[in-house]
């Protein structure tokens, strides 16, 4: 081998070198990787393998967990151990396309009432739609099982079910919903445009599936009581915001213009009249353009998109540096986005995590202040990121 070839291999291999200090973590061991980031550094540590497509999880204590998979089963953890059978007392519920057994969230008063709240594609003859179960966990199962929620009209289609479950300082409980990939070449027609169908909106219900009495179109002829907003494409995040108590969530745009809304009773968001996003291949517009006078804009966007699934404030003491941060999941870079806020201003993201471990589908912080991760896929995993010692 010639000197000159030599020289250039040699360039070739440190240009290598260097690209991998930047891309890849500061240190890998055979447990942890670590990370550094702009306000914290952090290991990642993986607890559980071998779920199948994880969707959402609660903390039921310190160290027990529920974690629903998309393809019909949910899942205890205890003491940091995936128990081998799944929870028993649910109904069939069976995976079709990016529908099957997704969000979960528990009763504030679960300590007493051992209600465990889930959100899953529905079945009805040979359509679905989201539906919404509760039922007191005993064990290792599922009693006294009530469905209180139903959107409607089911459709044929596979695609934008929501569907986060959160329950509001005051009792009642949201329901993410998505537009169930209804064209948007409908506009203003869209059925997310529409108060006579729960499609493309965001759910207001009490904990036994009534209607809260102040909710906004109760006094709106042929409107579905339990709509709170209108004009949502597919909202897979939802959160809390620690400061306000107000609802935030994001939805996933088409190509381009993912969203973060603040979401306020009788709004309406827009899809598909006005969006950020344009048509998926084609590049084409969606819509009227970005702007109308009387739809709310996003407080934050993306474009292009990062899929985003999964959002959580953080409050705890484990990461000082990341104290009142909104994280948001990216299943399409399989990162953890980190946003700073100032009031409700979105004024940085970081990006932490590139794909080093698959999609991230869930985002929750745990009892004790450290963050929690779920990656989307036939072996699915669950995360703990701490901080760097």
């Known amino acids: 081998m010639n000197y000159l070839l030599q020289h250039h291999l040699l360039l070739i291999l440190n240009i290598y070198i260097f690209a991998a200090t930047i891309f890849t973590p500061i240190t890998v061991t055979a447990d942890n990787l670590k990370f550094a980031s702009n306000k914290a550094n952090f290991t990642t540590e993986v607890l559980i ?6 969707w959402g999880m609660v903390f039921l204590n310190d160290s ?28 069939n519920i069976r995976e079709i396309g990016q529908g ?22 529905g079945k009805e003859k040979s359509l679905y739609g989201t539906e919404v179960l509760r039922g007191k966990l005993n064990n290792n199962r599922l009693d006294n099982i009530e469905v209180i929620f139903k959107a409607q009209p089911k459709q044929n289609r596979g695609h934008h079910f929501g569907s986060r479950l959160v329950f509001a300082d005051d009792g009642t409980l949201f329901i993410s919903l998505g537009d169930r990939g209804a064209s948007p070449s409908q506009g203003r027609g869209h059925p997310a445009q529409q108060l006579n169908n729960h499609i493309g909106s965001l759910i207001r219900v009490n904990d036994d599936g009534t209607v809260p009495q102040d909710n906004p179109y109760l006094e709106k002829a042929g409107a579905k009581d339990e709509i709170y ?6 909202m897979q995040g939802m959160a809390i915001n620690p400061q306000t108590r107000e609802i935030w969530t994001h939805e ?35 819509g009227e353009g970005t702007h109308d006078r009387y739809m709310e804009q996003p407080i934050y966007k993306w474009v292009p998109s990062i899929a985003p699934s999964g959002m959580m404030f953080y409050s705890g003491d484990q990461f000082p540096g990341w104290k009142g941060n909104l994280f948001v999941g990216s299943l399409k870079f399989g990162n953890l986005v980190r946003l700073e806020l100032d009031g409700d201003n979105i004024v940085d993201e970081e990006r932490l995590l590139k794909f080093e471990f698959g999609r991230i589908r869930d985002v929750v912080q745990g009892p ?22």
């Open 229 to 234: 907003t209108i004009g949502n494409r597919n």
């Open 49 to 54: 393998e071998d779920l199948s497509h994880p």
């Open 368 to 389: 004790d202040g450290l963050i929690y991760l779920l990656t989307d896929s036939s072996n699915g995993k669950l995360l703990r990121l701490s901080p760097a010692k």
């Open 100 to 121: 099957g057994l997704l969000g979960i969230t528990l009763h504030p008063d679960f300590k007493r009432n051992k209600l465990v709240y889930l959100s899953y594609a």
């Open 64 to 91: 027990d967990m529920l974690i629903t998979e998309r393809t019909g089963k949910l899942r205890k953890v205890v003491n940091w151990e995936l128990q081998d059978k799944e929870v028993q007392g649910l109904p």
């Open 252 to 286: 996933h745009g088409p190509q381009g213009g993912d969203e973060i809304n603040i979401m306020q009773a009788g709004v309406n968001y827009g899809w598909p009249v006005i969006t950020y996003g344009v048509n998926y291949g084609r590049g084409t517009k969606i």
